[in-house]
């Protein structure tokens, strides 16, 4: 167990509509990343938070969008959604913002767009 | 352009038979390469961290090295619990946003 924890771990939805995604990082972790993994595409960086912030971005789309609380716990909002948008959606948190640390990842919410 | 590629994409293995695995990086300057384990559907599990050329880390049946230009992951006698999909990812050190770029991975199974 990674201490990351995501939900929900399924959700099947319609094109068209708005989802939102839910992870909370290990205990004292202050940086929060989302990944988006497709079965051909391997892992693709989305957004990352770090205290609360936006830190970085990827090669996030338009339609989505995420926040970080103060709790530390981190939403990925999906809307508008698109048959290609089915992927499995990773959240991944670590203890700061040096850039030497690992990263620890939740084990997934698969979207599934129909 | 920063990228990560891993070699081969799929590794087939008797059990007890030992292997490397490649993932080579061109990125401008190195932070950090990790490696991670993912079974399937899973999130990617940890394994190791290099920092700097001539690194090595072992853990139980895994190795992993580092050079300049690339990163190995060696199995020692492995058995069929270690098959699974191991993924490479790097940390350039302009990236102030301290995000991982990942390689595709290579899927490894060990046959009894």
């Known amino acids: 167990d990674s201490g990351v924890t995501q939900t929900p771990k399924h959700l099947i939805t319609a094109t068209g509509q708005r989802v939102t995604l839910r992870c909370s990082p290990r205990?004292?972790?202050?940086?929060v990343y989302w990944y988006q993994q497709s079965l051909d595409q391997g892992l693709q960086f989305l957004i990352q938070?770090?205290?609360?912030?936006?830190?970085a971005k990827g090669n996030i789309l338009e339609r989505f969008s995420a926040q970080q609380f103060p709790d530390l716990h981190s939403e990925l909002n999906l809307s508008s959604l698109e048959l290609g948008d089915s992927a499995l959606y990773f959240c991944?948190?670590?203890?700061?913002?040096?850039?030497?640390?690992?990263?620890?990842f939740g084990q997934g919410t698969r979207l599934t767009v129909v | 352009e920063d990228q990560v590629t891993q070699s081969p994409e799929a590794l087939r293995l008797q059990e007890g038979e030992s292997s490397s695995l490649n993932c080579s990086y061109t990125?401008?300057?190195?932070?950090?390469l990790f490696w991670y384990r993912q079974d399937p559907g899973k999130g990617p599990e940890f394994l190791f961290t290099?920092?700097?050329a001539g690194e090595e880390k072992e853990k139980e049946r895994l190795k992993a090295t580092l050079t300049k230009k690339e990163s190995f992951l060696h199995i020692t006698a492995p058995k069929p619990e270690d098959s699974a999909t191991y993924l490479c990812?790097?940390?350039?050190?302009?990236?102030?946003?301290?995000?991982?770029?990942f390689g595709t991975g290579t899927s490894l199974t060990v046959i009894p």
């Open positions: 290099l920092y700097s």
């Open positions: 990812a790097v940390r350039p050190n302009w990236n102030t946003g301290n995000q991982f770029y």
């Open positions: 938070y770090y205290n609360g912030e936006e830190r």
């Open positions: 990125v401008s300057g190195l932070r950090g």
């Open positions: 991944a948190s670590s203890t700061g913002i040096s850039g030497d640390t690992e990263a620890f």
């Open positions: 205990s004292g972790d202050l940086s």
